[in-house]
Structure formats: C-alpha cells, structure tokens
C-alpha cells in the first residue's frame, strides 16, 4: 500500500522561508513523478510544483519555491521562500508515475494527508 505523509507546515510571517517533506512508502517513484498540490480556504486544490527528470512550477510561485527530490530516500521537498499571505492552504504531496496526470490533468494517483502552512502579514 502507498502512503505519503508530509510534514514541515506551520505559522510563519510574511516573507519567511518553510520546507515541506514527503516520505512515500510501498513504492519507489524515482521513474516518476513527485509534486505538490494546495488548497486554500474556500478554492480548488491547485498544483504548485512537480518533479521527474525535470521541474515544473506554478506560475505563482516561480522563483520562490523550488522542488527537490532524494530517490534513496524516496522523498520529495518545496522550499518555499518569500512566503506570500496568498500561500496559506493545506499543501499535499502527489505522486505517479506519469507526468500527464500530475502537472497536466491533476490527477495523481497517489495523494498524501496534507500540512496546513500559514503565512501572516
């Protein structure tokens, strides 16, 4: 059984930095793809980020959040910098083994629980 569980959320100002982490267990993605989604108060789940052999990035957070991955570790990271008070959501961790399904239809196969990250003015 796959599961995903993320953690590095929490309360931060403004401008300040966060890294989430997901762990997946019962499968490897290191042929696949890894990313993240979030979800605001009263909006849709959105993609954020994802990464294969290469990167892909929301348009809204291009330049401050970068994804990484460590395959041994069958992990997946965003370091989120010059966090925004628009950033606040659940952010949850995706993987599959396609790209399609991540950045273009969002629809993973595999989703974690999520971690609140909230950003004050």
């Known amino acids: 059984q796959v599961r995903l569980v993320e953690s590095g959320g929490g309360l931060v100002q403004a401008g300040d930095s966060l890294r989430l982490s997901c762990v997946a267990s019962g499968r490897t993605f290191s042929r696949g793809v890894m990313g993240w989604f979030r979800q605001a108060p009263g909006k849709e789940r959105e993609f954020v980020a994802a990464?294969?052999?290469?990167?892909y990035y929301a348009d809204s957070v291009k330049g401050r959040f970068t994804i990484s991955r460590d395959n041994d570790k069958n992990t997946v990271y965003l370091q989120m910098n010059s966090l925004k008070p628009e950033d606040t959501a659940v952010y949850y961790c995706?993987?599959?083994?396609?790209?399609?399904?991540?950045?273009?239809?969002?629809?993973?196969?595999?989703w974690g629980q999520g971690t609140q990250v909230t950003v004050s003015s």
């Open positions: 995706a993987a599959d083994l396609s790209v399609y399904d991540v950045v273009t239809t969002h629809r993973p196969d595999y």
């Open positions: 990464i294969s052999r290469s990167t």
